[in-house]
T-cell receptor, first 111, second 111 residues
């Protein structure tokens, strides 16, 4: 079964709005990672947040982690057309270092 | 610094044929992975390697074999291709507990 589950599965917003995607997981983690995948391309790493961190920023990206709820969120502020892509969360197990991906959120930015 | 490269980019096989996909990384990463990605399924781990000469099964290993004779290369073999193996295959590498770097993918069609 998938460790990370993203929510929603798909999201369409107007350019300039903020986009929020959520990820829930089940077991103890060492860190959680977010990736972006443009259509037909490989995944690109966006941000990594460790289990002892609660929030992390990178440019227009903000990631939060709540280990008590086993959930994370990715916020993209002031969205642009170029942000249209699929976004995946991946968890790295604290026990055996295995990395498992969720099924992703498809984000579509409307002009 | 080429990162992670995959060969070939596209391939069409007939049922029962065999082939090998090559993944190469020049970042001296210990860990390497092979995934398949199907529509609506996210990434599923086929096999992985934690170091030269070692391999391990992932989530969907049946029908595939791998070898890691050199640290920089990770080979994925299909001994007798089946239509169910039609997919996009991604290779990735990383250091322990860090983010993954993905190759551009190999699109395989089995007829």
């Amino acid at each position: 079964s998938q460790q990370g589950e993203e929510d929603p599965q798909a999201l369409s917003i107007q350019e300039g709005e903020n986009a929020t995607m959520n990820c829930s997981y089940k077991t103890s983690i060492n860190n959680l990672q977010w990736y972006r995948q443009n259509s037909g391309r490989g995944l690109v790493h966006l941000i990594l947040i460790r289990s002892n961190e609660r929030e992390k920023h990178s440019g227009r990206l903000r990631v939060t982690l709540d280990t008590s709820k086993k959930s994370s969120s990715l916020l993209i502020t002031a969205s642009r057309a170029a942000d249209t892509a699929s976004y995946f969360c991946a968890t790295v197990s604290d026990r055996d270092d295995k990395i498992i991906f969720g099924k992703g959120t498809r984000l579509h930015i409307l002009p | 610094n080429a990162g992670v490269t995959q060969t070939p980019k596209f391939r069409v096989l007939k049922t029962g044929q065999s082939m090998t996909l090559l993944c190469a990384q020049d970042m001296n990463h210990e860990y390497m992975y092979w995934y398949r990605q199907d529509p609506g399924m996210g990434l599923r781990l086929i096999h992985y390697s934690v170091g030269e000469g070692t391999t391990a099964k992932g989530e969907v290993p049946d029908g595939y074999n791998v070898s890691r004779l050199k640290k920089q290369n990770f080979l994925l073999g299909l001994e007798s291709a089946a239509p169910s193996q039609t997919s996009v295959y991604f290779c990735a590498s990383r250091r322990l507990r860090n983010e993954q770097y993905f190759g551009p993918g190999t699109r395989l069609t089995v007829t």
